[in-house]
Antibody, heavy 121, light 110 residues
Framework: QVQLQESGPGLVKPSETLSLTCTVS??????????WGWIRQPPGKGLEWIGS???????YYNPSLKSRVTISLDTSKNQFSLKLSSVTAADTAVFYC?????????????WGQGILVTVSP | QSVLTQPASVSGSPGQSITISCSGT?????????VSWYQQHPGKAPKLMIY???NRPSGVSNRFSGSKSGNTASLTISGLQAEDEAHYYC??????????FGGGTKLTVL
């Protein structure tokens, strides 16, 4: 059974960089058969796809966030990470990591439980 | 503003059927059969209910079904149960190799 778990600071100051890690069990981030992605959900609002990355392949980002986002895979630790720079209060959200099979149109079949990140001084 | 348009809310009585629409464009819903539907209960992560327009993952009740016509996809839940009360989100792959979501629909079981 694939499991994903987000971790990182729950509070980030404005203008700083938000950094989160997703630890994967029951699956491998070094498999080229899956995309590993991030999705966020501001409190009381809907879902927003941030981006997805696949081993030995391209990483794809939401155009509205692309200039501030980096998604990386760490296959030695079976993890992947999210970095979002120059954050503002509008970036406050629950962040989810998720897995999508290759050639599935980013079908998000497994999700982490989510982590709330608040941007505040 | 979300890229895909869903009704903000729908409701139905136990045992009834409801349908939630998801309207997109020829650049997303209309271009691929990569439409998914997710169920989200309060405080929980979304759960995949339908993928590739009509397919159900293992373990999802056959009361949930999906369809698509042109640029609009739909999720139908038959035999409504109290546990179906949740938010539902559609998503679609796009011609720009991105993923877009609908704004979400709150289903109330009366």
């Amino acid at each position: 059974q694939v499991q994903l778990q987000e971790s990182g600071p729950g509070l980030v100051k404005p203008s700083e960089t938000l950094s989160l890690t997703c630890t994967v069990s029951g699956g491998s981030t070094s498999s080229d058969g899956y995309f590993w992605g991030w999705i966020r959900q501001p409190p009381g609002k809907g879902l927003e796809w941030i981006g997805s990355s696949r081993y030995s392949a391209n990483t794809y980002y939401n155009p509205s966030l692309k200039s501030r986002v980096t998604i990386s895979l760490d296959t030695s630790k079976n993890q992947f990470s999210l970095k979002l720079s120059s954050v503002t209060a509008a970036d406050t959200a629950v962040f989810y990591c998720a897995r999508s099979p290759r050639s599935s149109g980013y079908r998000l079949e497994y999700w982490g439980q989510g982590i709330l990140v608040t941007v505040s001084p | 503003q979300s890229v895909l348009t869903q009704p903000a809310s729908v409701s139905g009585s136990p045992g009834q059927s409801i349908t939630i629409s998801c309207s997109g464009t020829s650049s997303d819903v209309g271009s691929y059969n990569f439409v998914s539907w997710y169920q989200q209960h309060p405080g929980k992560a979304p759960k995949l209910m339908i993928y590739e327009v009509t397919n159900r993952p293992s373990g999802v009740s056959n009361r949930f079904s999906g369809s698509k016509s042109g640029n609009t996809a739909s999720l139908t839940i038959s035999g409504l149960q109290a546990e179906d009360e949740a938010h539902y989100y559609c998503s679609s792959y796009t011609t720009s190799t991105t993923l877009v979501f609908g704004g979400g629909t709150k289903l109330t079981v009366l």
